[in-house]
């Protein structure tokens, strides 16, 4: 069965770093790109980052640019998101998913409506 599982969620203080991770099962990575996406509680589900399979391009929301990378590791079937400096307003539940349609321009990828399978999710809390 396919499907996309994070880890790497957790607690952190104000200026730490974290490691998401979104490893695809069941299915040989037949995607046009890799997005990850966060949703605070509240709030709408944002588009943070994506990484494009077929030249690892890569696109980033404004709030983040500078603190995170994103990268894969096709030999794992994975996909990173190194997160540093997180903030408080980082607080939220981080989700990955594939988008497997090509995009006239890759920051679309940060529109969950071009998303067609969702992990479930790892939650990232930062406070002091």
């Known amino acids: 069965q396919a499907q996309l599982v994070e880890s790497g969620g957790g607690w952190v203080q104000p200026g730490g770093s974290l490691r998401l991770s979104c490893k695809a099962s069941?299915?040989?990575?037949?995607?046009?790109?890799i997005g990850w996406f966060r949703q605070a509680p509240g709030k709408e589900r944002e588009g943070v980052s994506c990484i494009r399979r077929s030249d690892s391009s890569t696109y980033y929301t404004d709030s983040v640019k500078g603190r995170f990378t994103i990268s894969r590791d096709d030999a794992n079937n994975t996909v990173y998101l190194q997160m540093n400096s997180l903030q408080p307003e980082d607080t939220a539940l981080y989700s990955c998913?594939?988008?497997?349609?090509?995009?006239?321009?890759?920051?679309?990828?940060?529109?969950?409506?071009?998303?067609?399978?969702w992990g479930q999710g790892t939650q990232v809390t930062v406070s002091s």
């Open positions: 069941g299915f040989i990575l037949d995607y046009y790109a």
């Open positions: 998913a594939t988008i497997t349609h090509p995009l006239l321009l890759l920051s679309l990828c940060a529109l969950s409506s071009q998303a067609d399978r």
